[in-house]
DNA sequence: ATGGCACTAAAATAGTGA
């Protein structure tokens, strides 16, 4: 079983790249963030017509978060992830057994902003519904687009992000706690080199120049982190010659994992 | 280094991203 998670950054752009990336990868479940769509412009009939389910939610122009996948979605949740501001962050169903919960986390955008205290806020609520949902299911996989360098090791340059968004501590502790519930990052069962990166900026040449953050993470429960096998990192998804009938590329990579 | 670049809504530029 392959599962993957791409912040594609528009469904509506990104639309002929995700369908070659179905062709190439095969996944049986894909969680996309950032489709900027609302629910009516989704371009559900692309997916459904090569015979994929799909669920999301969306909003207009900001977030977003749909599923892709080759087995019908059970058990629903719909934003489960809630906030007062109302905003499509999250969605989750079970596929095959697994409980597979596809994030957007808050950005923050600087922490001396009201919104990097959203963002704590937001990761409180995260918590909470992860507990939960462990609790009741023990197959779980919580995969997406978390906003935060886990370690030192995750940045390009540790003394520029020092203290910054995606790496300050009170984001790092948020990690570690929601790790500490029983998770684990697939990541390191496997050996990449350091600097290994999921997000580069568009601007300055930042991906050919390797000037990148790991954010894209995928968190795995003890019983399904005993099951992956494999984890692989796309890059060539990055570079504009890779899509034939689209240049624009999305700003993150997948990543994507094997499952017995 | 406060610029880069990309996307959306809207119909010029402003907001957001990480």
């Known amino acids: 079983m392959i599962i993957a998670t791409w912040n594609v950054n528009s469904i509506k752009v990104r639309l002929h790249a995700v369908l070659q990336y179905l062709s190439e990868e095969s996944p049986d ?3 996309l963030q950032e489709t900027k769509s609302i629910d009516d412009n989704f ?14 939610c969306g909003q207009k122009t900001y977030n977003g978060v749909a599923i892709i996948s080759v087995l019908p979605a059970e058990d629903i949740h719909y934003n ?39 963002k704590i806020k937001w990761l409180k609520k995260l918590l909470a519904y992860s507990k939960k949902e462990l609790s009741l299911n023990q197959n779980m996989l919580l995969l997406g687009d978390f906003n935060i360098a886990p370690t ?6 540790a003394d520029v992000t020092k203290d910054e968004i995606l ?4 984001e790092r502790d948020m990690l570690s706690k929601l790790l500490a519930l029983g998770f684990h990052d697939l990541f390191y069962d496997y050996d990449f080199p350091s600097q290994t ?7 300055g040449g930042a991906f050919q120049r390797n000037i990148g953050y790991r954010i894209d993470l995928l968190l795995a429960s003890d019983q399904v982190r005993s099951r992956c096998t494999n984890y692989f990192i796309d890059k060539k998804t990055r570079h504009k010659s890779w899509c034939v009938n689209e240049p624009r590329t999305s700003d993150h990579v997948p990543v994507r994992v094997l499952l017995d």
Not at 48 to 56: A, E, K
Not at 88 to 115: C, E, F, H, W
Not at 152 to 157: A, C, N
Not at 197 to 203: E, I, L, Q, S, V
Request: glycine share 4%.
């Open 29 to 31: 479940v894909l969680v």
């Open 43 to 56: 371009p559900l009939e692309a997916f459904t017509d090569i015979g994929y389910h799909v669920i999301f």
């Open 80 to 118: 489960p992830v809630k906030t007062n501001e109302n905003e499509m962050r999250s969605i989750s169903a079970v596929y095959a057994g697994i409980r597979i919960v596809n994030l957007y986390v808050v950005n923050g955008q600087n922490v001396d902003t009201p919104k990097y205290d959203y």
């Open 152 to 157: 030192d090791d995750d940045v390009f340059d």
């Open 167 to 170: 790496c300050s501590d009170k």
């Open 197 to 203: 990166f999921t997000w580069w900026d568009y601007r």
